[in-house]
């Protein structure tokens, strides 16, 4: 199984800064790495697929970057509706494993 | 419009048995691979099993394998998760999920699932 660390476990951001969240994988998933989004209440939302592709509708103040074993979600400039707690998922292989998360909070 | 409704979830003993109904509607189902994933109470996301368009090919996590097993019908919009020998660890929201070539990118609200007695 491959395991993916998040860090941090939690990310003070003011609205408006940068916000870069880290993913690294235990063995090389290429560039199979999906990000999603939960808020409270709310199923996971896609929000970045193929390590760097946005998904439909995403705002492109979200962004992603990395292969192999290391990945990046950066969030440009931070919106009232960006703070949540975002996955990182692989699948590259078999079982599927997402990420312990990272909360990004207002400062 | 995508729209993924779970059925199914509530109360159930330790080992007893519990079956989840996933309906869908707005895309081509029977195109589609399909996931559960579950979510305990605050923690999360663990992915559960997954299923091929055509229902021939079927994964499991290791915590479930033997115990879960997955369905679909196409004809009816349908995907299936049969829960037996229930444990405590198993109570979580699940969620179904569409998933095209790995990435899992519709998600449907979720219902619970509570194992206790």
């Known amino acids: 199984e491959i395991v993916l660390t998040q860090s941090p476990a939690t990310l003070s951001v003011s609205p408006g800064e940068r916000a870069t969240l880290s993913c690294r994988a235990g063995?090389?998933?290429?560039?199979?790495l999906a990000w999603y989004q939960q808020k409270p209440g709310q199923a996971p939302r896609l929000l970045i697929y193929?390590?760097?592709t946005r998904a439909t509708g995403i705002p492109a103040r979200f962004s992603g970057s990395g292969s192999g074993t290391e990945f990046t979600l950066t969030i440009s400039s931070l919106q009232s509706e960006d703070f949540a707690v975002y996955y990182c998922q692989q699948y590259n292989n078999w079982p599927r494993t997402f990420g312990q998360g990272t909360k990004v909070e207002i400062k | 419009e995508v729209q993924l409704v779970e059925s199914g979830g509530g109360l159930v003993q330790p080992g007893g048995s519990l079956r989840l109904s996933c309906a869908a509607s707005?895309?081509?189902?029977?195109?589609?691979?399909m996931n559960w994933v579950r979510q305990a109470p605050g923690k999360g996301l663990e992915w559960v099993s997954y299923?091929?368009?055509?229902?021939?090919?079927?994964n499991y996590a290791d915590s479930v394998k033997g115990r879960f097993t997955i369905s679909r019908d196409n004809a009816k919009n349908s995907l299936y998760l049969q829960m037996n020998s229930l444990r405590a660890e198993d109570t979580a929201f699940y969620y179904c999920a569409s998933d095209h070539g790995g990435v899992i990118d519709y998600w449907g609200q979720g219902t619970l699932v509570t194992v206790s007695s």
């Open positions: 707005g895309f081509t189902f029977s195109s589609y691979e």
């Open positions: 193929a390590a760097s």
């Open positions: 063995q090389s998933v290429s560039s199979n």
């Open positions: 299923i091929s368009s055509s229902g021939s090919t079927k």
